[in-house]
């Protein structure tokens, strides 16, 4: 057992508990913390995938942007455990009935296609998701895409503030 | 690293997503929904690194398409923060159930 597949098993292991518990504890604060642990998993998975730019962007935009952004709005509102809406069980067990049969279906089709089985990486060329390469081809083949996400966020940011403010 | 099959991968992005996808069936707390929102992007995000790496090795679509959906899900949390607000200085609530104006 290398030590890629031993950080494999830990990383998937760090994920999913982690992901269980942004949805079973009561106090959003806490969810948000357990969420920030889920991307830097997520982030160790992109570099065992060979993706280190990737991995660097995930942490800081995701944990570093977003759910602080996340986190700020948590304290502005004032939540915790006690405000916490909670539903009947009735619906939690029909989320899970659905959500799991959906699971069962997806993961029966993971295991019958033929395509993928037997598939594994190639370790020698690993300097495909280092930064000069990626920059390379993002300002020529994805110029345009990178361009329209400028605009997009140009139209994020207007509509942030025209709805947030008050009237 | 060649130890690793694709479909270890595929199962963890897979399992990911439905954590994701019961936390939006199930919670009423709306930031807590956008959470698991985000849940469901990054398992879509792992999906397309890991065919990326193992199908197509040479080439790099499966990370572009990752980075922008990163710059999208950031400026979504953006405006869905920006409604949420709107929504709770109206409401008094973050329940998903008290916005029913629209409702019928």
Do not use: C
Request: charged share 10%.
């Amino acid at each position: 057992m290398s030590i890629t597949v031993v950080l494999f098993w830990f990383l998937t292991a760090l994920a999913l508990l982690s992901a269980i518990m942004v949805l079973l504890s009561k106090n959003p604060v806490h969810s948000v913390l357990w969420l920030i642990v889920v991307f830097f998993a997520i982030s160790g998975h992109y570099i065992l995938l060979n993706a280190q730019f990737l991995a660097i962007v995930n942490l800081i935009v995701y944990a570093g942007a977003i759910m602080v952004l996340f986190l700020f709005v948590i304290m502005l509102m004032n939540l915790n455990a006690e405000t916490e809406p909670q539903k009947n069980t009735w619906l939690k067990l029909a989320g899970a009935i659905s959500g799991g049969s959906l699971l069962l279906i997806l993961v029966s089709v993971i295991r019958s296609a033929t395509d993928m089985t037997g598939r594994t990486a190639q370790v020698g060329e690993g300097n495909i998701g280092l930064i000069s390469n990626l920059g390379k081809a993002l300002f020529s083949e994805y110029v345009v895409p990178f361009e329209i996400s400028s605009v997009l966020f140009l139209s994020a940011m207007v509509g942030a503030v025209v709805i947030g403010k008050k009237d | 690293m060649n130890t690793i099959p694709l479909t270890h991968i595929l199962f963890v992005s897979t399992a990911l997503f439905f954590i994701g996808m019961y936390g939006l069936f199930t919670r009423r707390n709306i930031i807590t929904m956008l959470m698991s929102i985000e849940l469901i992007l990054n398992s879509v995000n792992i999906n397309f690194i890991a065919f990326n790496k193992y199908l197509h090795p040479a080439n790099l679509d499966g990370v572009f398409f990752t980075i922008f959906i990163i710059a999208i899900a950031a400026a979504e949390a953006a405006v869905a923060i920006a409604i949420i607000i709107n929504l709770y200085r109206n409401h008094k609530s973050i329940d998903i159930e008290d916005a029913a104006e629209m409702k019928y």
